[in-house]
């Protein structure tokens, strides 16, 4: 069995609505994570806690000064506390098979469980120069997560999130 500890795990959020000019979209970091690969088994494993905002983002370029202290720590709390719920779901989980049956595309499959909520997740993988990696597509609402909204709606967040991961890649991956 191979243990994965090292590489990235980003999470980008879309502003949405009416005043969505006063808002950012944001990047994430998830800084503790385990991604175990036994044959072609895969588990994987997020701490909830774990996710600290990077900053906003303009374009493709992470501004990691645009929002004030007060801003970020308000931010995290919501994510960790009012969406993901840390408390009462410590981690997100996802557990599937490889199929590698496409050297240049391998793919993962099987269920990801995030605020207690399991649903289908298929991940296509990218492997190269000692890295595995990929980005995923989520809906949170599949999950029982409402976008979050302020200002009456009129400020809120899509129905979207990216997850993007680069990790240490292992022969047996």
Partial sequence: MSVIRNGSV???TFKDGLLSR?????RFRVTRFEVQV???KVSARFRSDSLELEGAMVGTQLQPDVLG???????????????????RFPEVRFEGEL???????????GTLELVGQRQPLAIE???????VRGKVVLTPSRFGIAPYKALLG????????????????DATV
């Fill in 10 to 12: 980003q999470v980008f």
């Fill in 154 to 169: 009129a400020l809120k967040l899509q129905d979207r999130v990216e997850l993007v991961f680069d990790l240490e890649d």
């Fill in 125 to 131: 993988l990218e492997r190269g120069g000692g890295r």
């Fill in 69 to 87: 202290a007060r801003d970020r720590r308000d931010i995290e709390e919501t994510a960790r506390e009012k969406i993901l719920q840390i408390r």
């Fill in 22 to 26: 006063l808002g950012h979209d944001l």
């Fill in 38 to 40: 036994e044959e072609r």
């Fill in 99 to 109: 199929d590698l049956s496409t050297a240049e595309r391998p793919r993962a499959t």
